[in-house]
């Protein structure tokens, strides 16, 4: 069977691990259960492996022949490092959008957050919290992607932005966004105040410093924990 509806199994093998991974029901080192794989996408076992060889490609895991496939584990400056490249990515797409957007998309952007804020206090735990945040701010972030029109670098960012997803669940494990959320909407809003305004280089500066602060928080929150400890020898300095 090469494969189910419109999608070939080996990109639904592909999907299934890599949700799995970001979601976290498939944590830093844990073995993959090829069986399992198997049977949850109904699959023969060439398109599963196939998806697990793309996800080696892509850092996501380790194939050992004879043993099996594990999930990475990225250190801690294997997060930060990557984070703090992709704030400088994410303020470019930032400066276009002021230059490529249409009125009515930032309108959207602002539609996404304002839902995001209203999703986040609603929730009633603070996992439901996180999740709305995630959710909300991946919409968020993407759309910003969209109306920079820079549609050769668009799948380039979708895919920096599940490799970051990947890096901090696998990498830093739960982080309790609550504390920051308030002030990366307040952020946000200040991004497409900007917007609005075609201030590209305002809006640039305020996309960056908003990934830098992520950055600054998965560090704090690893100060506090045992992952601290994981870091390689430069970060201790």
């Given at each position: ?35 399992a794989v ?16 793309r ?17 990475s ?8 490092d990557?984070l703090?490249l ?32 209203k999703?986040?206090?609603?929730a009633?735990s603070?996992s439901?919290?996180?999740e ?44 309790r ?49 045992a ?11």
């Open positions: 069977m090469e494969s189910r509806g419109k999608q070939p199994l080996a990109n639904q093998a592909y999907d299934h691990l890599k949700a799995q991974m970001l979601n976290g029901e498939l944590p830093a080192g844990a073995l993959i259960d090829i069986d198997l049977a949850a996408i109904g699959s023969s076992r060439f398109p599963v492996m196939e998806a697990l060889k996800l080696e490609i892509e850092k996501f895991v380790e194939i050992t022949p004879q043993v099996g496939c594990r999930v584990t990225p250190s801690l400056s294997d997060v930060t990557f703090g992709f704030a400088v990515i994410e303020g470019y797409f930032a400066r276009l959008a002021a230059q490529r957007a249409l009125p009515e998309e930032i309108d959207e952007l602002q539609s996404i957050n304002d839902r995001m804020r999703a986040f206090n609603r009633s603070a439901g919290r996180d709305a945040y995630r959710l909300g701010n991946r919409k968020f972030h993407l759309m910003l992607h969209t109306i920079a029109r820079a549609t050769n670098l668009n799948e380039l960012a979708f895919s920096l932005w599940d490799r970051g997803e990947f890096l901090i669940s696998a990498g830093v494990g739960t982080v966004f609550g504390e920051r959320v308030e002030a990366a909407l307040d952020e946000h809003d200040e991004i497409i105040e900007a917007l609005t305004r075609r201030d590209g280089v305002t809006a640039g500066r305020l996309a960056e410093a908003h990934l830098l602060a992520f950055v600054a928080e998965i560090q704090a929150h690893a100060s506090k924990t992952l601290a400890a994981q870091a390689e020898p430069s970060d201790r300095g």
